[in-house]
């Protein structure tokens, strides 16, 4: 069992940055791969990044390619989204998720393949 928390969502205006972090408590950190998802009101919810478990392999979403970046620090059991140079679609609610895995490279897109999710910290992008 792991629980997760989200926070540093709030109002930003575009061209702003901000960082978003995710707090883990329960098992081992290190044997998560973790994830970031958002969800617009009327909107699917999609993806945004994904990092491995130790940190070595990330992937993102087209749409947030050289504006986000996502890390991890193990030690502190907590997964960070720097978000910069951001839009207005970027306005949603956001999500960090996780799975447990022993593949440590290992990265998803798919939220199903996610087995735990934390509750969401809004993001609200004006101007």
């Known amino acids: 069992q792991v629980q997760l928390v989200e926070s540093g969502g709030g109002l930003v205006q575009a061209g702003g940055s901000l960082r978003l972090s995710c707090a883990a408590s329960?098992?081992?950190?290190?044997?998560?791969?973790m994830g970031w998802f958002r969800q617009a009101p009327g909107k699917e919810r999609e993806f945004v990044a994904g990092?491995?478990?130790?940190?070595?392999?990330?992937y993102y979403a087209d749409s947030v390619k050289g504006r986000f970046t996502i890390s991890r620090d193990n030690a502190k059991n907590t997964m960070y989204l720097q978000m910069n140079t951001l839009k207005l679609e970027d306005t949603a609610l956001y999500y960090c998720?996780?799975?447990?895995?022993?593949?440590?490279?290992?990265?998803?897109?798919?939220?199903?393949?996610?087995?735990?999710w934390g509750q969401g910290t809004q993001v609200t992008i004006s101007s």
């Open positions: 329960g098992q081992t950190f290190s044997s998560y791969a």
């Open positions: 998720a996780a799975r447990r895995t022993m593949d440590r490279i290992y990265v998803s897109t798919a939220q199903n393949e996610y087995n735990y």
């Open positions: 990092i491995s478990w130790s940190g070595g392999s990330t």
